[in-house]
């Protein structure tokens, strides 16, 4: 079955305290990237990457880290979580050019007091 | 600055009878649209697309419009069923094939009643 897992699906935190969400992709894509979902403002991406080793910025950045070191894996890290990344995140995988193979994984809510 | 703008929060319909759910959009250049739907606890499902060659794509119950003048597309459910129940995210690009361009809207949870 084609699939992304995220682990934890569920985080409580405290600010500063360096945390990992993992996510993995089971269907070979080259491309996987992360959002955060906020009340009234949709789906924002964070971070992609296009390949292996091969990152880059999305529109929200700021405070997150990722690496691409397999295929199938994509984690996200924050260093230094603050209350403002309280939020849900979605990590996604699909096929280079085409939209319509996006699978997103089931998301992790974090909670930073 | 919201691009792609879903209106409407929430949307209760009969069951049997049409959903129609709307998303406007401020980028005259956006170029591919796309509807996902996501249940509780799970991550968002793509639905159906539609490029602005087109003024209509047709999928089973779903059908999507896109008026480009304006800039407003529409998903119609048709007829709605109880496992229709979701919110239903539309999505934006500048084209096809790129894949880091896709702004989304806000969501709209549509409940269908039995």
């Known amino acids: 079955e084609a699939q992304v897992t995220q682990n934890p699906r569920y985080l409580i935190t405290v600010t500063g305290k360096k945390l990992t969400v993992t996510c993995s992709q089971n269907?070979?894509?080259?491309?996987m990237s992360w959002y955060r979902q906020d009340p009234g403002l949709g789906l924002r991406q964070i971070y992609y990457s296009m390949n292996v080793e091969v990152t880059d910025k999305g529109d929200v950045p700021e405070g997150y880290k990722v690496s691409r070191k397999e295929k199938r894996n994509f984690p996200l890290i924050l260093e230094s979580p603050s209350p403002n990344q309280t939020s849900l995140y979605f990590c996604?995988?699909?096929?280079?050019?085409?939209?319509?193979?996006?699978?997103f994984g089931p998301g992790t809510r974090l909670l930073v007091l | 600055d919201q691009q792609v703008k879903q209106n409407s929060p929430s949307l209760s319909v009969q069951e049997g009878r049409i959903s129609i759910l709307n998303c406007d959009y401020t980028?005259?250049?956006?170029?591919?649209f796309l509807w996902y739907k996501k249940y509780p606890a799970e991550g968002p499902t793509f639905l159906i697309s539609i490029s602005s060659i087109k003024d209509k794509n047709e999928d089973g119950r779903f059908t999507v419009f896109l008026n480009k003048s304006a800039k407003h597309l529409s998903l119609h459910i048709v007829p709605s069923q109880p496992g229709d129940s979701a919110v239903y995210f539309c999505a934006a690009s500048y084209t096809k094939y790129n894949n880091n361009d896709m702004r989304f809207g806000a969501g709209t949870r549509l409940t269908v009643k039995p």
């Open positions: 996604a995988s699909m096929i280079w050019g085409l939209k319509e193979t996006q699978y």
């Open positions: 269907m070979n894509h080259e491309y």
């Open positions: 980028n005259s250049m956006f170029d591919y």
